[in-house]
């Protein structure tokens, strides 16, 4: 096991030293252990290494709210230890990892199998509602679910040790990194750029995967010019596990063929530490770059995209759809003012963080008395992270200075939305 600085992941590798590497990618909420199963037949071909999300298995609790920023973490990992090229495996939030790999950095990832994966996987609205849960009520109710999420009733019900195995794997995970996960999900979205994966890649699925199932696999296969589909009868999400022999048998297959001598180097011996050609960079300058060519009044760049995706983030993709949605030709004016300049100029300015910017927020609204703002509001302070207990300090102190009243009906407003969002789903 390594040591893990801030900007690296916890890894182990398996296998001979001199064979090329193939990287295994954990699922949210996993441990490399999940993986166990496919070790000793990989093995006896490559030298595989398996790596921990941050916070996951004991790993240091540095969370990372971004796939991009996970992958990075990852190739700073191999570049510390020198591995230059490498084939990736990938299970749900793991496959992701490797997908953006593959359209990021395609000189260093020789093939890819993207398992239980998707372009996107749900909607942000549902994991950022997800951290909300957790936020408020730990781990708990996400780890008694997860066995129905990941496997088959028959074989939950026949391997009871593995699926208090699954339990005890959330249940251990850093809060605060799975919140984070949460949120890189919450951003994933590769659909557009699926046709840029220029890798051989496995797309497999488990026939019962109810998380991500045949569907998002056929879109990745639809999407990706050299992919594959192969789809796991009797599975589930957390296919490696279930059905460890068929899966293994897969990715053997895959990998052994799809390591042609169009990609000889992996078969060469691990290389130095390689620093990424300014080309490859990626940082706030490439994020902000589009919005610049876009001019708004006097020459200042238009707020609007950054507007909408601050909204959408903040409120959520549902309630923004539906205010998008309901406006006309009289309040569409209105919609493109409040998304440029409430949320474009000001939500978008870096001085305050989110969470200050919602604690605000909710102050004016009870000083106005403007409750149905609040309401979705004290929903977005949630997802911002605030805590329930935060709010009510919000609001005691919004008492003092507001007006007893007006807090009164805040609280009300408040208790209902906080309940919604906070009781765990069954």
Not at 288 to 316: F, M, T
Request: charge should be negative.
């Amino acid at each position: 096991m390594s040591e893990t600085p801030e900007n690296t992941l916890q890894y182990r590798f398996d296998g001979p030293e001199d064979a090329p590497v193939l990287i295994l990618g954990p699922s949210l909420g996993t441990t490399w252990h999940m993986w166990d199963r496919q070790i000793p037949d990989l093995t006896r071909t490559w030298r595989v290494l398996r790596f921990d999300l941050p916070g996951h298995g004991g790993a240091p609790a540095h969370p990372t709210d971004s796939v991009q920023a996970l992958g990075d973490r990852l190739l700073a990992t191999l570049d510390e230890i020198g591995v230059r090229r490498f084939g990736y495996a990938g299970c749900a939030f793991g496959g992701a990892i490797g997908a953006d790999l593959a359209l990021r950095h395609p000189q260093r990832v020789a093939s890819l199998a993207l398992i239980a994966a998707s372009p996107r996987f749900g909607t942000a609205d549902e994991f950022r509602q997800r951290g909300v849960i957790v936020r408020t009520n730990g781990l708990e109710p996400v780890s008694r679910t997860s066995p129905e999420r990941w496997f088959t009733p028959g074989f939950a019900a026949a391997q009871p040790a593995i699926t208090e195995w699954a339990v005890q794997m959330v249940r251990t995970t850093d809060p605060g990194c799975y919140i984070a996960a949460c949120e890189a999900l919450a951003a994933f979205d590769i659909r557009a750029d699926l046709g840029r994966i220029g890798v051989p890649t496995l797309v497999l699925v488990g026939s019962e995967d109810q998380v991500t199932g045949p569907a998002e696999a056929r879109t990745l296969v639809a999407g990706i010019p050299d992919a594959r589909l192969a789809v796991v009868p009797g599975a589930s999400h957390l296919a490696p596990v279930e059905q460890p022999g068929a899966v293994t048998d897969l990715l053997v297959h895959h990998f052994s063929t799809a390591w042609t001598e169009a990609h000889a180097a992996i078969a060469a011996p691990p290389l130095v530490p390689v620093i990424a050609p300014s080309s490859e960079v990626r940082g706030p300058v490439a994020e902000i770059a589009p919005l610049e060519a876009q001019a708004g009044p006097g020459g200042r760049p238009d707020p609007y995209d950054a507007g909408l995706k601050v909204r959408r983030e903040v409120l959520g993709d549902a309630h923004v759809d539906q205010a998008l949605g309901n406006s006309d030709a009289f309040s569409g004016d209105f919609q493109d003012l409040i998304t440029r300049y409430a949320w474009g100029e000001v939500w978008a300015r870096p001085g305050l963080e989110r969470r200050m910017r919602s604690a605000v927020t909710l102050t004016a609204l009870v000083s106005g008395g403007h409750l149905d703002e609040l309401a979705f509001h004290t929903r977005a302070a949630l997802r911002n992270g605030l805590t329930p207990d935060e709010i009510k300090e919000i609001l005691l102190q919004a008492a003092v200075y507001c007006g007893v009243p007006a807090a009164n009906s805040a609280f009300k407003v408040a208790q209902t939305v906080i309940r919604e969002e906070t009781t765990p789903r069954e």
